[in-house]
């Protein structure tokens, strides 16, 4: 067992550096391939949801994402990237939600705060757009309100 997991490792961080290199299509098939093991890695759906939110495949990618999250509830790279994919479908509401529960997660993550801030402006929510720019502004060491 402990072989097949060195191997599953092994070509989930081969399918990693090719995402990184933006080189989805041979991404996509490493992936592809675990998934039709029957073996259920949350890293492999993650990657997945990544490989299809670049694609602007957003709904296909909210479903990997969340398949990663059954297996890896709480998991901050995997909401904070949901979170980027419901924005990026348009469906800020949803996108605000996961982000909200990145920042109650990790309150110093200085990109979701920003993410929060400007998903209050988008539904034309001001007053509490206004709060959480402040809110990510005083996150940043060197910056001045």
Request: a positive charge.
């Amino acid at each position: 067992m402990e072989k097949k997991n060195i191997l599953l490792r092994s070509k989930i961080k081969k399918a990693r550096a090719l995402v990184q290199a933006n080189q989805f299509v041979e991404a996509n098939r490493i992936l592809e391939q675990i998934t039709k093991t029957g073996r259920s890695d949350a890293d492999v759906w993650f990657l997945l949801g990544v490989i299809c939110g670049k694609q602007c495949q957003h709904t296909r990618s909210v479903a990997y994402f969340q398949k990663a999250l059954e297996l890896r509830p709480g998991d901050i790279e995997i909401l904070y990237n949901l979170g980027i994919t419901l924005r990026g479908s348009g469906n800020v509401e949803a996108a605000l939600e996961v982000f909200l529960k990145v920042r109650q997660l990790q309150p110093d993550f200085l990109d979701v705060s920003a993410c929060v801030a400007d998903a209050y402006s988008n539904l034309g929510r001001l007053d509490k757009s206004e709060d959480a720019f402040r809110y990510a502004l005083r996150l940043q060491p060197d910056s001045a309100e």
